[in-house]
C-alpha cells in the first residue's frame, strides 16, 4: 500500500471549513483513497473514500487531484464534536485491512 | 442497529497472566479484524477473519498472541503471558462483504494494561 503524508495537528474555528490534506505521491491506479477518524476513546469511524473523482456525502467531502498525488478532506460546516484524529489510508483494490499511519489531530476551537 | 461490541472495556491484568477479549461483529457481517492502538498512535493491523477462516495473522506479534472465530460470529482474541509491552487499545472491526475493501465498523475497544 502506498504511504501517506499528513501534518501532525491542524486547528480550526467552529463554523468554518475544516481542510485536511494528504500527500500520497506513489498511489497506484488501483488503490483507492480512504478517510477515517477517531474520537478520543472511541474505535475509528469511516468517513468518506474515492478512487480518482471527487465524492461528497453527509459527513464531508473528498477532493482528489488529477495526478491522484494528494487529496483532501474537507469538513464544510467544523463543529466541535468533529475534534479527532483523522487518517488518510490508502487501500489497494480488493485488500482488507487497513494501515493506518499517525494522522492529523484536529482540534474544532469554539 | 447494534453496532460492533466489545468487552471488556478495560482488563488490568498482572505480567504473566493469559487474558481473553471478545468482540461481537455487526450481524451478518462476513469479515471480522483485530487491531492493535498503542497510546499514541494510530491502529496496527493483528488479524483477519472471513467468516470462521483467519486468512491472514500477518500481524500478530508473537505467538503469545491467537484469535478465534468458531462459529463465523464472535471473536476473541487471547493473550497468553502477558507483558509490559502487550498494553495497548484492542480493536475490534467488522464489515459486510468479502469480495472488495469495504467500510470497516469499529468498536470502543478494549484497554489492556499489564502491570
Known amino acids: 500500500d502506498a504511504k501517506t503524508t499528513q501534518p501532525p495537528s491542524m486547528d480550526c474555528a467552529e463554523g468554518r471549513a475544516a481542510n485536511l490534506p494528504c500527500n500520497h505521491s506513489t498511489i497506484s491506479g488501483n488503490e483507492y483513497v480512504y478517510w477515517y477518524r477517531q474520537i478520543h476513546s472511541q474505535g475509528p469511524q469511516y468517513i468518506i473514500h474515492?478512487?480518482?473523482n471527487n465524492e461528497t456525502n453527509e459527513m464531508a467531502s473528498l477532493i482528489i487531484t488529477e495526478d491522484r498525488k494528494s487529496s483532501t478532506l474537507i469538513l464544510p460546516h467544523a463543529t466541535l464534536r468533529d475534534t479527532a484524529v483523522y487518517y488518510c489510508i490508502v487501500v489497494i483494490q480488493g485488500a482488507q485491512k487497513l494501515v493506518f499511519g499517525q494522522g492529523t489531530r484536529l482540534t474544532i476551537n469554539p | 442497529g447494534a453496532g460492533v461490541s466489545q468487552s471488556p472495556r478495560y482488563k488490568v491484568a498482572k505480567r504473566g497472566q493469559d487474558v481473553a477479549l471478545r468482540c461481537d461483529p455487526i450481524s451478518g457481517h462476513v469479515s471480522l479484524f483485530w487491531y492493535q492502538q498503542a497510546l499514541g498512535q494510530g491502529p496496527e493491523f493483528l488479524t483477519y477473519f472471513q467468516n470462521e477462516a483467519q486468512l491472514d495473522k500477518s500481524g500478530l506479534p508473537s505467538d503469545r498472541f491467537f484469535a478465534e472465530r468458531p462459529e463465523g460470529s464472535v471473536s476473541t482474541l487471547k493473550i497468553q503471558r502477558t507483558q509490559q509491552e502487550d498494553s495497548a487499545v484492542y480493536l475490534c472491526?467488522?464489515?459486510?462483504?468479502?469480495?472488495?475493501?469495504?467500510?470497516?465498523?469499529f468498536g470502543p475497544g478494549t484497554r489492556l494494561t499489564v502491570l
Open positions: 474515492g478512487l480518482k
Open positions: 472491526a467488522s464489515s459486510l462483504r468479502r469480495d472488495r475493501t469495504d467500510t470497516q465498523y
